[in-house]
């Protein structure tokens, strides 16, 4: 990642996912969003809040333990981020990481059917922290999440801004199926649009260790399991693992093995050890947890930053300890 220093430049906010401590600084608001002031002459501007950020990721951790949650942020974060197109320049009409899922026009698209039940949770937290974009609150409920459920830490970063109308929508289709005619094609078609590759499909794919599906939204799966009758939650549905609600690699070995007809196999799984140039890494991760974590948390963090607009300008930081003089080394003099 590219460090930029000096008064010409400005950063994104961008902190380990634990939300490393600032500098108390004077607050005022502006119309893009929080500005924190230092003198007459310096200024930094976030899209988000830091402050509300890091008390809204205290509210996410509760809503999880109360709820389980999990997988619903999860896809919530993926589903506004998957739809980039890095073919297209102008934000937001190339998709990605922008809040639009937000509008109702995009939200009914059928791959996200459910996830209104993800916004119902998400905006009370939205209403509280109103200085925090629903693109920001997507990727942060999404990391989360991960994190909560055992996963790794997420090199997050914030300050996205949102798509302003539900004109910015993008059009239907543009996330990928569970079972098309050629699967390993069709993941490559869709991920390779965002500028993934077939160590982040694999990757990614993982995070189905969480989670269920359940076959009157996607189409796929058991109505009911011995893992997901009791829930917790909503009970039903088919899970991809045993322990639906803990990220590990257990999604490798099982899709490997396909031995228990009470978990799921989309055509999409079982192809990443099918397909060559999936199978390297699907059958890495599937005895090599450590390399799997390491793996998806540099994939996440990159499918959470797909077409997102930065403000600040979008200058990638990388320390993490952050002095007072460092902060004012990333300022823009007015």
């Known amino acids: 990642m590219a460090l930029a220093l000096g008064f010409a430049a400005a950063s994104s906010l961008f902190l380990p996912h634990n939300f490393t401590r600032f500098p108390k600084i004077s607050t005022s608001s502006s119309s893009r969003g929080r500005c924190r002031v230092r003198h007459v002459s310096t200024v930094i501007c976030f899209a988000s809040d830091p402050q509300q950020l890091k ?20 896809r919530v974060g993926w589903h506004d981020a998957g739809t980039y197109d890095k073919n297209i320049q102008e934000w937001p009409k190339r998709g990605g990481a922008n809040g639009s899922l937000h509008f109702e026009i995009e939200l009914s698209h059928k791959a996200n059917a459910g996830l209104v039940n993800a916004l119902k949770l998400l905006r009370p937290i939205k209403d509280k922290y109103p200085n925090i974009t629903y693109a920001d609150l997507f990727q942060l409920a999404s990391a989360t999440a991960i994190e909560e459920a055992g996963g790794p830490v997420i090199p997050m970063k914030y300050g996205r801004l949102d798509a302003p109308k539900p004109e910015d929508c993008p059009p239907e289709g543009k996330l990928p199926d569970a079972g098309p005619p050629s699967p390993a094609a ?76 009470d978990l799921l196999v ?19 991760y599937a005895v090599d947890q450590d390399a799997f974590l390491k793996d998806y948390a540099e994939a996440h963090a990159k499918l959470s930053n797909l077409g997102a607009k930065f403000d600040p300008v979008d200058v990638k930081l990388l320390k993490s300890k952050y002095s007072l003089a460092f902060i004012l080394s990333l300022v823009v003099l007015l």
Request: glycine share 8%.
């Open 186 to 261: 069709h993941l490559r078609d869709v991920f390779y649009r965002m500028g993934l590759t077939d160590k982040e499909i694999v990757a990614l794919s993982g995070a189905h260790t969480l989670g269920r599906s359940r076959p009157e939204r996607s189409g796929w799966g058991k109505p009911e399991t011995k893992y997901t009758k009791d829930g917790p939650g909503a009970p039903g549905g088919q899970s991809w693992t045993v322990e639906w609600l803990k990220f590990d690699n257990s999604y490798f070995k099982e899709i490997k093995e396909q031995r228990d007809q």
């Open 266 to 284: 989309l055509p999409t799984d079982a192809v990443l050890f099918e397909d060559p140039g999936f199978k390297v890494y699907a059958e890495k």
């Open 55 to 74: 008390q809204a990721r205290q509210d996410l951790n509760d809503l999880i333990k109360t709820t389980r949650c999990n997988p619903l942020l999860i």
